[in-house]
């Protein structure tokens, strides 16, 4: 909370002023009334501690002058003093002051005194809005809840738990585990597993067990952290209110926490979570409540957490990027997804489910993978693992129709090998012009982007294993190359 702290002694001021950082307050300090009047805004301060005694101006007067100007009701003040009688206690009550206290300031007394503020100023601001647009609230709700069934029915209608290919002893571990941590949602679960090898529907299954009950589903929501810009994290998580900051909604958003509450929140990619983010995470996983952005009261949160990521937590907590204690909080459950080439077993089974798949929806008319197909497959590395053999599938299905999936269908799909060594291996050298006249760099970012697709015949997967990101990541900056170049030829 932002407090507006008052009092001409600086000693006393320094001793309230240590407490309340302590708890995490943010204080502006004030040594007299006629300052603390200037500085005073209803908007940036929901709480005023003053002191009583103070020269020229007293803290019963700078309480009166504050419930004088519009948009104080925004505001509590507590007033205290070193001299308490009755009459004193009277005439602050009369100036409006929300409290009254004893110096020396008892800091359990002021502690239980911010929390009751809280609630009040929540309370207040709520109150106030619902009178003012209690219809369009109503409204609002109405839609949104609308909107949020509808989501949960359609994520709960797309998934593919009961249909997922499991070909392997070691996948039938993890899916085994997986039902297991679906009985207790109190567990945090960390999915490690390189690009493609199916983290999310892991993550899926631990969340709708092996049963796909649509009228029961709890709400299952997503969060890509490498998509996201530092600034726009807190945001997402946590929601804010109304007028938190310039350009926000009127009636504040949700964040994930609450759109996931009674069920999943999968935090993708968590190894890019920003350092200062880590530990309000941490909070919220043990306290299991949180505060929105600008928000003044505490909002509880029933939801399981999911993290997945494709580079070892564990070598960011060497490297000092990512908080142990917090490595440790959400490793209470730890899947390792081994990648394609190690269970070798399962490339054709997996390839001729999607064959199946993706010729049953294109009307093509596959029916089996040729011998020397089949060869060249298990041979393959995969390096986009599962995720690559099935777009390799479903464009090989769409792009010919045989009866048999043949050598010619696939091979011009295929890199000889996967990374960055495969260009220079190659020989191949990519090459940008550099024009006189200048060359943004957002340009630069762009064309080095559609080059490395081109050198790795449109695969995102091995282009964002080249580049050194994910490849949602890829896939989100395509999305703004795409919606910019739209809007320029509009």
């Given at each position: 909370m932002k407090i507006l702290l008052v009092d001409d002694e600086q000693h006393s001021r320094q001793?309230?002023?240590?407490?309340?950082?302590r708890l995490n307050h943010e204080v502006s300090e004030c040594a007299s009334a006629e300052e603390a009047l200037e500085r005073y805004s209803p908007e940036e301060f929901p709480m005023v501690l003053s002191d009583i005694q103070m020269p020229a101006m007293s803290g019963n007067e700078l309480a009166a002058?504050?419930?004088?100007?519009?948009?104080?009701?925004?505001?509590d003040i507590v007033l205290f003093t070193g001299h308490a009688d009755l009459s004193s206690a009277v005439a602050a009550l009369r100036a409006g002051v929300y409290d009254y206290l004893e110096k020396p300031v008892n800091v359990e007394e002021l502690a239980a005194v911010i929390e009751r503020i809280a609630e009040h100023q929540a309370l207040l601001r709520e109150n106030k809005n619902l009178m003012e647009h209690f219809q369009d609230e109503v409204r609002a709700a109405t839609e949104e809840t609308q909107r949020e069934l509808a989501q949960v029915k359609q994520v709960v209608a797309e998934s593919i738990i009961g249909s997922v290919g499991i070909f392997s002893k070691r996948m039938r571990a993890i899916a085994e585990q997986a039902e297991k941590l679906h009985a207790d949602r109190s567990i945090p679960v960390l999915i490690e597993g390189?690009?493609?090898?199916?983290?999310?529907i892991i993550a899926r299954m631990i969340h709708y067990g092996s049963h796909n009950n649509l009228s029961g589903a709890a709400p299952f929501v997503d969060i890509n952290c490498a998509?996201?810009?530092?600034?726009?994290?807190?945001?997402e998580l946590f929601g804010y209110e109304a007028g938190s900051f310039t350009g926000s909604l009127n009636k504040g958003a949700k964040g994930k926490f609450d759109l996931a509450y009674g069920g999943t929140l999968l935090l993708d990619e968590i190894s890019s979570i920003p350092g200062d983010l880590q530990g309000k995470l941490l909070r919220v996983l043990q306290e299991k409540e949180f505060y929105r952005i600008g928000g003044l009261?505490?909002?509880?949160?029933?939801?399981?957490i999911i993290c997945a990521t494709n580079t070892p937590l564990e070598q960011g907590v060497e490297k000092g990027v990512f908080r142990k204690d917090l490595y440790f909080r959400l490793k209470v459950a730890h899947i390792v997804i081994p990648p394609l080439r190690e269970r070798r077993e399962e490339i054709l089974p997996l390839a001729r489910m999607f064959l199946q798949k993706?010729?049953?929806?294109?009307?093509?008319?596959?029916t089996g993978i040729g011998q020397q197909a089949a060869e060249i497959m298990e041979k393959y590395a995969w390096p986009g693992n599962v995720r690559e053999l099935q777009n390799v599938i479903e464009f090989a299905t769409f792009a010919y129709n045989d009866a048999e999936l043949e050598p010619e269908h696939i091979m011009g799909l295929l890199q000889p090998r996967s990374g960055p060594a495969s260009l220079q291996e190659q020989h191949r050298i990519l090459e940008l012009p550099f024009p006189l006249q200048g060359y943004p760099l957002k340009k630069y970012t762009e064309e080095v982007i559609m080059k490395v697709l081109e050198a790795h015949s449109g695969n995102?997967?091995?282009?964002?294993?080249?580049?050194?990101?994910?490849?949602?990541?890829?896939?989100y900056r395509l999305e703004e190359m795409r919606n910019e170049k739209e809007r320029g030829t509009e």
């Open positions: 001793a309230v002023l240590w407490f309340l950082k002058a504050i419930k004088q100007l519009p948009g104080s009701w925004r505001t390189e690009t493609g090898t199916g983290k999310e998509a996201l810009a530092p600034t726009l994290f807190e945001n009261k505490k909002i509880k949160t029933d939801v399981r993706f010729s049953r929806s294109k009307k093509k008319d596959f995102q997967s091995m282009a964002a294993d080249y580049l050194g990101i994910t490849r949602r990541a890829l896939s």
